[in-house]
């Protein structure tokens, strides 16, 4: 949504003005489920959102799914913060200072005509605010593992971020392995930090991405294809554990369409019947 700041020209009320943030709305909206970066390095294999999804998603009465929770966790100095941002606003700056405890944004996107939203927890890399971070590491819906490019031993940590915020959450979770900094890197020290964050991937379950976030290169890309799949995998498990996902609360996908046709036929049959001219 555009960024709102008070005019400082004083009046009886706030007014508002629209600031040039650049950021292309059109990006967040998704019809088609976006594609990995690469086809191999995934264990998210499906080629469109599931035809359980699509049927929902057709429905005439708009359902409501819950917010997708994505925390970013990874060494400090990693660049969460910047890739945050490149999405968020289009905008870069190499000198941001250190997270201290948690950044958050929010993003609305309509998948399939649907509205859906994004929270991003940005966490904190520095040892001094972990108890701090790992607080907000609870109810997450995806888990994106961040490590800078340039610096191998932020990917051999991550692993050991990945496990401390698996322990706080026992359900089902999609995982993203992210790299960043791409454009700093020459052509063989891509492969060879890439070969080796493949065999992480794969160890961990996770889908891989390179990203700049100075460049812009596969950032948007990246962060479409984590919503999409949050959202479509949301929709499955709701439906078949039978959880509220639609208006009004406490109404399941399976029993909505019944019990807003009965809501009508009641209403007709109350003004067929009644006696007022």
């Given at each position: 949504?555009?960024?709102y ?13 629209v600031?040039?943030n ?18 191999q ?5 499906e080629?469109?959102f ?9 429905a005439?009465v ?12 990874g060494?400090v100095?990693?660049?969460k913060?910047?890739?945050v941002?490149r999405?968020c606003?289009?905008?870069?700056d190499?000198d ?15 998948i ?11 966490t ?10 790992q607080s ?9 593992i ?5 610096r191998?031993?932020?990917?051999l940590n ?9 322990r ?6 999609l995982?993203f ?7 700093l890197?020459s ?8 070969l ?5 991937a ?12 100075r460049?812009g290169e596969?950032?948007t890309?990246?962060?479409r294809?984590l ?11 709701a439906?078949?554990?039978?959880d509220?996902l ?11 369409y019944?019990?807003r046709?009965?809501k009508k036929?009641?209403k007709f ?9």
């Open positions: 949504m555009p960024i700041r008070k005019n400082k020209r004083p009046k009886a009320t706030a007014s508002y003005e600031l040039n650049n950021v292309d709305y059109g990006t967040r909206r998704i019809e088609q489920l976006p594609r990995p970066y690469s086809c390095v995934t264990p998210y294999r080629l469109d599931s035809e359980r999804t699509k049927r929902a998603a057709q005439v708009p359902f409501f799914l819950g917010p997708c929770k994505a925390i970013f966790i060494d100095a990693i660049g913060t910047s890739l941002n999405f606003h289009e905008a870069f190499g941001y200072t250190a997270t201290i405890g948690l950044d958050f944004e929010v993003e609305r996107f309509q399939l005509n649907q509205a859906y939203t994004l929270q991003i927890w940005d904190a890399g520095h040892e001094r605010f972990k108890c701090i971070a907000y590491y609870r109810n997450a819906n995806v888990i994106v961040a490590f800078d490019m340039t191998p031993e932020s990917l991550g692993k050991r971020w990945l496990d401390e915020a698996l706080l959450n026992q359900g089902p979770v995982k392995l992210v790299g960043t900094k791409k454009d890197l052509d063989q020290a891509l492969c060879d930090i890439e080796e964050a493949i065999k992480m794969y160890d961990i379950n996770a889908e891989y991405w390179p990203v700049s976030a460049t596969n950032v890309k990246f962060f294809r919503t999409a799949l949050a959202f479509d995998h949301g929709v499955q498990r439906m078949e554990t039978n509220s639609l208006q009004p609360p406490g109404n399941s996908l399976l029993n909505l019944f019990l046709k009965e036929e009641k049959l109350k003004c067929f019947t009644c006696t007022i001219n």
